[in-house]
């Protein structure tokens, strides 16, 4: 089970739901970090490092979240930190906390991320920036999320022979999931006809496929496996292994915001996915394999990309994930149920919330706790995420 | 530089990443030391991190490459990306060329779609206007395929 | 001299001298970064974590520093984080880096922070944002950083006796202490009576005594003591503490960029300024005092403000400090030199870098390698800074 | 809701912040558990560490105080502030109100400067005009002293 000095303890979890509020992303981390820190039994005055997933649609406050958790939640004197990695800036901020947790710096951590999201595609920064790769991709080709989501598709088509049907079969699957979970903003169950008969947006990939932007905010308290059990806490939820690597030179599959992959023709590239580099190195730290996975959230921007997940997660060999799924695997009550939560399909992104959001959801699963979704008997989970400037992140959890 | 027929001024969207003329082609920089090529062009140091090197040649890509995937945008994307109005879609292409060892994204010129694209399609690259204000017409670099209409059926997203 | 585990050693220091130059701030930072990894006699690829600080002002590399550094240096691997944290961003990514290492995750961690800044004074996020405290104090009071910095200027005036000749005498001696600079942005002496003929922008602070904006970078290789040890390092500089402590309910002293304090009807005011706390959780953590100070890199944003630092570093009691400068005690050849570097005063503020190039200065200092400018026989070094939104940083640095 | 000679209407720059009339106030939330004002109005939860309250009375806070702190904006500052051209230096105090313990920023009346200011003296409250429009007047709490003129001179910053 690993040694315990590498291990911290989820002692609480919380969110504030999913939808389109429109109020102050503030308001949304204070609800999910007051709800984690009740779970936890613990006061906010025993938090001693605050760490924040930052936003950046929210002006200053949103670029020192940690600071602005901290401020509103009562100056406290904690220390704290502030950490972007677009969509898995929540899984750094975990990191953050974790990390001050086994330098021994803290026992008792609270991890915060929250987000208020405008309408419609996400936009570059504004102004002219003939330097940033995330504006130039919107100025010159007109490259959205859901067109890079669209190529990993079509490629999957190509290369494996996807059809929509098995990308629709995916939304399906999350929508029946999420519709038990109060938490999520979509909660009505789709069929396979609805999600075909909606709008094409980015060819294969169609409205009902493409994860939507939310307001949410979700919240962890951590503390060390010594503090947990000093509080009576003889069995929590532990962080097993959180891994936040970067992609290797070269990189060879198109990534958001680039225009172009690394050429390959000094080093050679590698065989598998950067996204599979990122979950085996969290396997390695927690010294597990897929094998030993119960369950996982995974990021499913469009349905395709769940499909690209299960090979990643090593849930099956690459080109076989759509079998995986048509044979039921990935459903709850399936041999290894993914996005249980009903994933982003049904929640729709709020960034610096929505790698905590899967870890919340997998404390609760691994506690027996989710009540109408629940995986059983399930013990070891795994989060797995990507984002744009070669970010991605997997954590590890077991009970 | 070259003026359209309505009198309006033919510039690129961006300076130095391509050129125009009858066989246009992007420009890379490829690293002195390793041969890494780099696009868009203009590093200061080479991304193979076992690489030190400062120093690069400018050089052009090949014009035809083997499409990796492709999609289309049906909704108009949000600034700065400027439309003509009324917004009409357009395909996407990812595109593989084959010497240099990497992936180019680019738009596929105007009346193809995803119909009429396959991966593994062999494309070549145009320069075509991206947008016009009053004074000026904006190039970009767009794929083209090299055999048109001849793959336009039989795709499983029909 | 503390316990092994509970520190690390700096092997390498690198700068982009600092100027207006205009040009992507990843360049700045890559030159620093090489700069810090030729000082230790490493390779980008010993490299296993990148701590980058973030700057808000150059689109979306900006906010994801960690990751535009290691693309910038060739994709390998590595982990990542990107911290923001106003002034004391600088200090949160060496806080991030260096708890890695006594977490036991990495040996080897690069920090590195740059920025490309925009003329005049620091403007808000775009937009209208009416729940933005930094919004809002720019539309409705037109309070800019210096209104902040001069409102506690006139406050050492009415309180103690402070003159618009002490606060010239800062800029007169900082100025002269970085005419030795290398990497400085002015390096021309001044008297005190060009710095009293200087435009009066913010009464009482005039122009040569409020800090510029400034693109620069700073860059700094930070090893467990042990992979120093074992590579021939006998006798490194080290990381002794790093603070970043928020402030304590109620927070008494107006702070940027809040038009109100909180209010002290419930709980009463601590008597000691923030600033003064977050040093002295930097003290506590390395087990050192006021006396054992050799030698401080302080944020002087204006002359006056390091007065203030004198105070809060206890290097003499409130009220002193005038007194303190003018006996020369914090000029280089004095008891306890501050700002040998020459100081915001002389460099300009670059955000993300300057919390790490004070650490940059202080371990040239401790080096004996700061040629012009040495403090003789220094041992033991402090920074000291504050940013907005509670944001302050202290580190402790010995050799 | 007023008008201006001009015909313009007098709104609040901001909502919720202050009361116009004879006697304006600014308006704050003071904690029902453990009486903390909070300023500006309008928190969901104490700002107290140690209260987890999340009810608030909404009361005026005193109209007058003491100046904290002082200064001026010789230069003007940039956007979202918009002043009339041309630009004229303002003074900015920041004020104690005993009674709340808290400490206010503001801009000082129109033709007041540093000059007429001193650490301690009496300001009181007034609302006064921040910016125009073509028609609207917007306004803002300013600070006032109660007896102006007669502390103009002996200032260590002459
Ligand atoms: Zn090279
Ligand atoms: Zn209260």
Same mark, same amino acid.
């Given at each position: 089970m690993g040694d315990d000095g590498r291990r911290v303890a989820v002692l609480g979890a919380g969110m504030h739901p999913w =939808? @389109?509020? =429109?109020?102050?992303f503030v308001e949304y981390g204070v609800k999910a970090a007051n709800d984690a820190l009740a779970e936890a039994g613990?006061?906010? !005055?025993? %938090?001693?490092f605050v760490a924040g997933a930052d936003t950046i649609? /929210? =002006?200053y406050p949103g670029y020192v979240a940690g600071a602005t958790f901290a401020q509103a939640l009562g100056w406290n004197g904690t220390r704290v930190s502030s950490s972007y990695a677009a969509c898995a800036s929540g899984a750094q901020a975990i990191d953050s906390a974790r990390t001050q947790i086994l330098a021994g710096r803290c026992d008792v951590a609270l991890v915060v991320g929250a987000d208020t999201t405008p309408k419609g595609f996400f936009a #570059?920064? *504004? +102004?002219?920036? @003939?330097?940033d790769p995330d504006w130039l991709r919107f100025y010159l %080709? +007109?490259?959205?999320?859901p067109t890079y989501f669209a190529l990993y598709a079509r490629r999957r088509m190509a290369c494996? +022979?996807?059809?929509d049907a098995d990308f629709a079969a995916v939304k399906v699957k999350n929508a029946r999931h999420g519709?038990? /979970? #109060? /938490?999520?903003?979509y909660r009505t169950p789709v069929t396979a006809e609805e999600v075909l008969a909606s709008p094409m947006v980015a060819d294969p990939l169609r409205l009902l496929e493409i994860c939507a932007t939310s307001d949410g905010g979700a919240a962890l308290v951590l503390t060390s496996l010594e503090f947990a059990r000093r509080h009576g806490h003889a069995e929590p939820v532990t962080v097993e292994a959180v891994s936040t690597v970067t992609p290797t030179f070269p990189q060879g599959r198109l990534e958001m915001p680039d225009l172009a992959t690394d050429s390959a023709v000094a080093v050679p590239s590698g065989r598998r996915r950067f996204t599979a580099a990122v979950v085996q190195a969290a396997y390695d730290e927690a010294g597990v *394999? #897929?094998? $030993?996975? $119960?369950v996982a959230e995974v990021y499913d921007l469009s349905s395709a990309l769940e499909l690209d997940w299960y090979e990643d997660l090593g849930?099956? @060999?690459?080109?076989e994930a759509e079998r995986l799924l048509t044979d039921g695997d !990935? !459903? %709850? +009550?399936?041999?290894v149920p993914v996005n #249980?939560?009903?994933g982003l399909s049904c929640f729709g992104e709020a960034i610096p919330a929505q790698a905590i959001a899967q870890v919340c959801e997998l404390t609760w699963q691994l506690r027996g706790?989710?009540? =109408?979704?629940q995986v059983e008997g399930a013990r070891l989970g795994v989060t797995a995420n990507q984002g744009l400037f070669g970010h991605g992140s997997s954590v590890v959890l077991r009970r | 530089m070259t003026t359209t027929a309505s009198g309006k001024t033919r510039v690129p969207a961006?300076?130095?990443?391509f050129t125009t003329g009858d066989e246009p082609a992007l420009l890379a920089s490829r690293c002195e030391a390793c041969g890494t090529y780099v696009f868009p062009p203009g590093p200061t140091?080479?991304?193979?991190?076992?690489c030190s090197s400062t120093a690069f040649d400018e050089v052009r890509l090949g014009r035809r490459g083997r499409v990796w995937s492709f999609t289309d945008a049906r909704y108009q994307p949000p600034p700065p990306f400027r439309a003509p109005e009324p917004y009409e879609p357009f395909a996407i292409a990812a595109v593989e060329l084959v010497a240099e060892q990497l992936v180019v994204l680019g738009q596929v010129v105007g009346d193809v779609g995803c119909d009429d694209l396959a991966v593994g399609d062999e494309v070549e690259l145009v320069v075509d206007t991206l947008f016009e204000d009053d004074d000026h017409e904006y190039l970009v670099w767009k794929w083209k395929p090299v055999a048109t209409g001849v793959d336009g059926e039989g795709r499983a997203d029909g």
């Open positions: =939808g @389109k509020w =429109g109020r102050n613990l006061a906010w !005055t025993d %938090v001693q649609r /929210n =002006g #570059p920064v *504004g +102004g002219e920036r @003939k330097a %080709v +007109g490259a959205t999320n494996y +022979g996807a059809t519709a038990a /979970n #109060p /938490n999520a903003r *394999g #897929p094998d $030993d996975v $119960d849930l099956c @060999k690459e080109g !990935t !459903t %709850v +009550g399936g041999r #249980p939560s009903g706790a989710a009540a =109408g979704r | 961006i300076d130095g990443w140091w080479c991304p193979n991190p076992a």
